[in-house]
T-cell receptor, first 114, second 117 residues
């Protein structure tokens, strides 16, 4: 089945220790998104890639970076995680055609910062 | 400004009851898109439906139905004969078409539905 895959599902890191979260997709979608979702809150978009073009949200901290080496993979790098970065990180993909795209989400990676 | 309001924070029903989840949105755009997603305890956001602003036809899919009313800026979601597996957080979301066909979804705060056996 075509899908969005996130690894790992659970990640524990230490305060200030860089961490990378991974997303891959077999849907051949050209857009990939990263959302942050804190406990009991709605998901919040951090950034997205439209093909190779990176689109950052204005309020996304510099501590968060992303890489998309090819169509299938996208990475979220947190350079110096703080306690406030503990959250669920959701990757989504879509195929951008005429009209607005529909985003399909992966299972998420739950990040714990000690 | 764009905004989505899900006034019901938590709803609890007994299995087989019908339940309606409310969603009210605000946007100045004439063309926009509305979505519902389900988030079970596992955490994955599951796409349920997408509705375009120029299509006010209501939709039914099995036990799920959606009532879109532009006059009241609402896009309500009804589950008929609820089941325990329907227990999840449900998010309503809005996307304006803007100048791009990609971009962020504006989510409501979510409604936690608990269906008891």
């Amino acid at each position: 089945d075509a899908m969005v895959i996130q690894n790992p599902r659970y990640q524990v890191t230490q305060f200030g220790k860089p961490v990378t979260l991974s997303c891959s997709q077999t849907l051949n979608h050209n857009v990939m998104y990263w959302y942050q979702q804190k406990s009991s809150q709605a998901p919040k978009l951090l950034f997205h890639y439209y093909d190779k073009d990176f689109n950052n949200e204005a309020d996304t901290p510099d501590n968060f970076q992303s890489r998309r080496p090819n169509t299938s993979f996208c990475f979220l790098d947190i350079r110096s995680p703080g306690l406030g970065d503990a959250a669920m990180y959701l990757c989504a993909t879509s195929r951008a055609l005429a009209g607005v795209d529909t985003q399909y989400f992966g299972p998420g990676t739950r990040l714990t910062v000690l | 400004a764009q905004k989505v309001t899900q006034a019901q924070t938590e709803i609890s029903v007994v299995e087989k009851e019908d339940v309606t989840l409310d969603c009210v949105y605000e946007t100045r755009d004439t063309t926009y898109y509305l979505f519902w997603y389900k988030q079970p305890p596992s955490g994955e956001l599951v796409f349920l439906i997408r509705r375009n602003s120029f299509d006010e036809q209501n939709e039914i899919s099995g036990r799920y139905s959606w009532n879109f009313q532009k006059s009241t800026s609402s896009f309500n979601f009804t589950i008929t004969a609820s089941q325990v597996v329907d227990s999840a957080v449900y998010f309503c979301a809005l996307r304006a078409s803007g100048s791009s066909n990609t971009g962020k979804l504006i989510f409501g705060q979510g409604t936690t539905l608990q269906v008891k056996p």
